[in-house]
T-cell receptor, first 112, second 114 residues
Framework: GEDVEQSLFLSVREGDSSVINCTYT??????LYWYKQEPGAGLQLLTY?????DMKQDQRLTVLLNKKDKHLSLRIADTQTGDSAIYFC????????????FGSGTRLSIRP | GAVVSQHPSWVICKSGTSVKIECRSL??????MFWYRQFPKQSLMLMAT?????????EQGVEKDKFLINHASLTLSTLTVTSAHPEDSSFYIC??????????FGPGTRLTVL
């Protein structure tokens, strides 16, 4: 079956790095995503990684994939107050056009 | 980039009435669209896959007679919540894959049933 799990909360100090972790069960997952949702808003795709990649970096964002352990992480460097949001880990099996299964979301809060 | 719109952005209705939510791909055609539901402080749960030219595919536990989906054209899918009840109050989000196979999400529709 398809299941994606995340911790529910993360609190970091402004300027520190945030690391949000995710595990998934479907070994057939082809695409793994990180989405951001601010209060009352829709989803914003932050980044994605193909299952045959180990790492992807995009400015302040670094995604690490351990396919053997089915573990995905998102690191946000130099976390700012504008990074406060809910971050969803998600996966799709066949292509990026397939249905997407979401994790429970991690609420990131930034403290001064 | 590609845009997906939803209408209305929010709706309040009385219990027992039906509500129609539209999802449009504004600058690309989509033979498939997806409908999600998000309860407060929870994740997005896939409800169904809307297929142009054929019946929608519903996820387990989603009542197809209550949540009617019509893929009216290559740019429009509608979700009708029939005989809505307070427990149907939620944030409904659609998505559509573009020809480049990237999924684009609509801004969501907040339904409140009194």
């Amino acid at each position: 079956g398809e299941d994606v799990e995340q911790s529910l909360f993360l609190s970091v100090r402004e300027g520190d790095s945030s690391v949000i972790n995710c595990t998934y069960t479907d070994s057939s997952s082809t695409y793994l995503y990180w989405y951001k949702q601010e209060p009352g808003a829709g989803l914003q795709l932050l980044t994605y990684i193909f299952s045959n990649m180990d790492m992807k970096q995009d400015q302040r964002l670094t995604v690490l994939l351990n396919k053997k352990d089915k573990h995905l992480s998102l690191r946000i460097a130099d976390t700012q107050t504008g990074d406060s949001a809910i971050y969803f880990c998600a996966e799709s099996r066949y292509s990026s056009a397939s249905k997407i299964i979401f994790g429970s979301g991690t609420r990131l809060s930034i403290r001064p | 980039g590609a845009v997906v719109s939803q209408h209305p952005s929010w709706v309040i209705c009385k219990s027992g009435t039906s509500v129609k939510i539209e999802c449009r791909s504004l600058d690309f055609q989509a033979t498939t669209m997806f409908w999600y539901r998000q309860f407060p402080k929870q994740s997005l749960m896939l409800m169904a896959t809307s297929n142009e030219g054929s019946k929608a595919t519903y996820e387990q536990g989603v009542e197809k007679d209550k949540f009617l989906i019509n893929h009216a054209s290559l740019t429009l899918s509608t979700l009708t919540v029939t005989s809505a009840h307070p427990e149907d109050s939620s944030f409904y989000i659609c998505s559509a894959p573009s020809p480049g196979n990237e999924q684009f999400f609509g801004p969501g529709t907040r339904l409140t049933v009194l």
